[in-house]
DNA sequence: CCTCGGTGATTTTTT
DNA sequence: ATCACCGAGG
């Protein structure tokens, strides 16, 4: 009976992927193919058919929510039943695995995680330990550091790998920068899978145990797995090989995050007795605008994907928009939902709007807000990392583990109770000096020294006493109340009485109900840590306020990046141009170039009914204006499918191999819009390219007319002055 | 120690 | 345009 309810309604793919248990299996699941329901109901499957222990069960995926829904929808099928499956993203996955196991690694089980900020100021410490300047070196440096753990190295392995004086440099920081992570007592994200498959890797008796208990093991997004989840994944399943991996080549996007699609695409070679299964039948979008989405995703080089198909019919063509401008191009994105929720009965919900960059959000928004258009930007900052929200969870951080330097440093002056930046270097200078935790080195200053800073240090140390008293093992709300109240955080932002005091006051009082929900749906759960650790583990590893997003009476806005995973029955996708989708910045890779094509298959591939893609002329790009061209995406969809609205035909020029338009400065063309006015003339600070001297950046705008003369400095030819008549510059 | 103003850079970001 | 960061001055 159950059987059949769990087959009912699914192809014959999707039935054969549920049905089959045994061995490795990879299912190749298209944009809209139903994959969820065919992960789950094989979980199901597995307990109420098999009657496998759900004990024996590991799911992993990427996002929070993904297994949010996926639990939900298990418990659904089989209750209570399906409570003992891991259902989880692969960094909690690890915590838990940590948490118990961490022990072996000469590491204590009470650690903390760093985000990326906290992560960002510890390679800052690091680069200052080698007596290196911070400044512009951190952010680069956190970001290969991050590289290095999403390909599996310990810094050893990339010293061994460095290739240049640089590279040593850098794994030597990298060496520096783990040594504080252990003597904060923390793991940043990267260590979390790092750690899991040292610890594997070294304890044999351990993993065996792991491998024991799951006998199956299903990953979720498989083509976004790193090279260390690859590792995880694998190490756990060696002993069952009863792995099951979905995903879709055409829809890996995180390249750049250290995602290897080689992943996905090795399957069959790293476990030849494999069985694949194709789902390429399509439940969400026309065959027009899957058509359109499959020819432009088919331009990547390696073997073409098989096409998907749909029932849904022919639908609407894709509509291609050619805009003046920005604004033009918000209007008619406006106009457009206008339309469909006032003549066509669709709700705001229905519709959303894409971009390749968040920035582009803002001039959309404009144009919502003057039609009074409900909207919600999905994504952008995230509430957790908001300064106040993390000042709050610092203090309890520093109170659930003393050793966290991140923490402390960040909370000492805050609010504001005198203690500079002389007094926090002196700090860390003794705490490098005698390798104490920073709070400790606040302790010997509080004890040493008399004169002003002694005192305010003195305040700062008695107060954290005084509330680790109180709150360690406090509900998470009572003691963000606690914290905020005893240290005067929030009477400081009452005080300032801006409006964005305002907004954080708010934002704390969002946070204390979130703590609230949490300790209401945590209750009793898990064994040997406080209320408040459990809190913290959460937030540092959930997203966002998680649910409460999406919302039905709302248009939603969000980056491409954001929008995997997701469906709306109409979809705009912004700023289709040269150097924004594909990104300027990926133009010069022919790899990145092949990602930016899948985001735009993956763009594509959201929408059910209606999708519009446009672009625009002209734009406002790092407050100058920029000229553009139409995407190279847009000229790979069958014209068979496109209906072009807006400005004249660019297709004709964009087949040629010049630009679509010229807007080259020379005698005959004059400027673009007739010389003379401001609207395209050139302007201070605009950015040009010159035949011979290259990019530069305008200087000066010298008189006007023919004789216009403009003084440039060139990023490689220097400064120079350029009667504009003669030069034929172009804008760039 | 705090605040203002100049400087530079500026993709995407599940955890 | 905008934001984050740094250095000078209050």
Redesign the pocket.
Known sequence: MLADALLEGLNPEQQEAVQTTEGPLLVLAGAGSGKTRVLTNRVAWLIGVCGIAPEAILAV???????GEMKARVEKALGPDARGVWLS????S??RILRAEIGHLGRSRGFVIY??DDS?ALV?EALRRHGQD???E??RLR?RI?QWKNAGLLPAQAAERAEDLESEESAEVYATYQRLLAEANALD??D??LLTVELFERFPAVLRHYQERWQYVMVD?YQ???RVQYRLVNQLAAAHRNLCVVGDPNQS??R????DVRNILDFERDFPDAKVVALHRNYRSTQRILSGAGAVVENNPGRPPKRMVTDRGDGDRIVVYAARDDRDEAQFVVRGILDAVRERGHSYGQCAVFY?????S?TIEEELLKYDVPYVVV????FY?RAEVKDALSYLRLIVNPADGAAARRIV?RP?????????ERAEAIAAERGLPLLEAFRAIANEESG??GT?VRGFVTLLDSLEAEVREALPADAIARVLDRSGYLRALEAEGTPESEARVENLKELLLGAEDFAAANAGEESGRSPLEQFLDQV?????L?SAELRDDRVSL?????A??LEFPIVYVVGLEEGVLP????TKDPR?VE??RR?CYVAMTRAMERLALTWAHER?R???RSFGTPSRFLAEIPAALVERLGAPDWEAEARDDRPAYDYSYDQSRGSRSGGGSEEGGVTK?MRVRHPIFGYGSVLEVIGSGPGQALRIRFDRAGVKKIIVRYANLELG
């Not at 969000?558 to 954001?562: A, E, F, L, R």
């Not at 990104?583 to 990926?586: G, K, N, P, T």
């Open positions: 995926t990427f996002t929070n929510k993904a297994a993203t692969f960094h909690s690890c915590v985000d990326e960002l800052r911070p400044k512009e951190a952010r970001w991050d994200f990267g979390l899978l997004e976004d797995t790193n996007i995180y750049w995050r250290g995602a390749r960059t968040n920035a582009q803002r994504g952008g900052v995230r990392e002056n504001a109770r005198g203690i500079g930046k002389t007094t926090l002003r800073a305010a540092a590893l959930v997203s966002d998680d969000m980056t491409v990046h954001s995997k995973g990104h300027q910045a990926s990145a990602e930016e985001l406002r790092y407050g100058s600070g």
